[in-house]
């Protein structure tokens, strides 16, 4: 990360202004920088949060440890900061993060909040992120009378030619200005898309990507 990109993180962030606890620290969220899934929470203090600013990269205090640790310099599951943001208190920081190798969990998932009572599911995300991960299921382990099962088993030709008719449909509705009607022929697009995405094994994260870098 540049010193410029470091410097406006600094200018943003007054350190000597936010609300630490009687210890010195101040909870910290990290959330992933594309599709907002909250990756885990830890404490930082003026020194990690100076450090975090100053590398890019995100430092915590391990209150076991009473010492900084650098999030993944041990396992390569670093964190690249995007943008760091606190709350209307000042008491709890929300850092969004680039995670390397998706994992930020210890136990190895890609958020520590993934237990569900007592049984271990993806984290919550975004809404398109969260019907690609049903998608995805429906191809790995169909389901009779799936209608998204239908369309894995017609392969392109069934995909693409749904996409068409969609896109289609959208475009009437927008011609008709139908607000209803553009919302629920867009919706569409988008499941007809994520299906087709999920067929070619593209993940909706790499269309989050593509989309991050055009936007600069």
């Not at 009687?22 to 909250?38: E, F, H, K, N």
């Not at 000042?90 to 009572?117: K, N, P």
């Not at 087709?196 to 870098?213: F, G, I, M, S, T």
Request: hydrophobic share 35%; glycine share 6%.
């Amino acid at each position: 990360m540049s010193p410029d990109r470091s410097n406006s993180f600094t200018q943003a962030i007054p350190i000597e202004e936010i609300c630490y606890n009687d210890r010195g620290l101040v909870p910290a969220i990290a959330q992933d920088y594309l599709d907002g899934t909250v990756l885990m929470m830890a404490w930082m203090n003026r020194e990690s949060l100076q450090k975090t600013l100053e590398t890019g990269e995100t430092w915590y205090w391990s209150r076991s440890r009473q010492q900084l640790w650098h999030k993944g310099e041990t396992s390569g599951h670093l964190q690249k900061v995007r943008s760091i943001r606190y709350d209307c208190d000042s008491d709890t920081i929300l850092v969004t993060v680039e995670q390397l190798g998706d994992i930020a969990c210890h136990t190895g998932e890609r958020s520590c909040f993934h237990q569900v009572e007592g049984t271990v599911k993806p984290p919550p995300a975004d809404t398109l992120s969260a019907v690609f991960q049903v998608i995805r299921d429906r191809k790995q382990n169909p389901k009779e009378g799936s209608y998204t099962c239908k369309l894995f088993k017609g392969g392109d030709n069934k995909i693409l030619k749904k996409i068409g008719e969609e896109a289609a449909e959208v475009v009437m509705a927008c011609k008709d200005d139908d607000p209803e009607a553009i919302a629920s022929e867009v919706a569409d697009l988008f499941y007809h898309s994520l299906v087709a995405l999920a067929h070619h094994n593209v993940d909706v994260r790499d269309v989050y990507r593509k989309l991050q870098e055009r936007r600069g």
